[in-house]
Nanobody, 121 residues
Framework: QVELKESGGGLAQIGGSLRLSCVASGFPFSSYDMAWLRKAPGLEQEFVARVGKNGDNTLYADSVRGRATISRDNSKNMVYLQVNNLLVDDTAVYYC??????????????WGKGTLVTVSS
């Protein structure tokens, strides 16, 4: 059974930082790129960041580039998202997800239930 469980969400201040964690099980974690997605209130789900299987390659959405760092620890089946200089627009439910081994882009084989991040003054 596949499970991805996010943690680390909660209240955060504008300009502050947070670190989200995700622990995965039930699939060959190290065979997958991993990604973070988010869904803000009233908006469609959007891509946030992606990291390659070995952690070397990263990709970020324009909205978080320069503020976010995605990383992973394959020995622990964990993936992380550090976001600095938080903006109100970062408020969203954040999901840890495994991109499909075979495209198309934007297709995810697995994802978690999400953790809510609320950024305010």
């Amino acid at each position: 059974q596949v499970e991805l469980k996010e943690s680390g969400g909660g209240l955060a201040q504008i300009g502050g930082s947070l670190r989200l964690s995700c622990v995965a099980s039930g699939f060959p974690f190290s065979s997958y790129d991993m990604a973070w997605l988010r869904k803000a209130p009233g908006l469609e789900q959007e891509f946030v960041a992606r990291v390659g299987k070995n952690g070397d390659n990263t990709l970020y959405a324009d909205s978080v580039r320069g503020r976010a760092t995605i990383s992973r620890d394959n020995s622990k089946n964990m993936v992380y998202l550090q976001v600095n200089n938080l903006l109100v627009d970062d408020t969203a439910v954040y999901y840890c997800a495994a991109p499909a081994l075979r495209g198309p882009k934007g297709r995810y084989d697995y994802w978690g239930k999400g953790t809510l991040v609320t950024v305010s003054s």
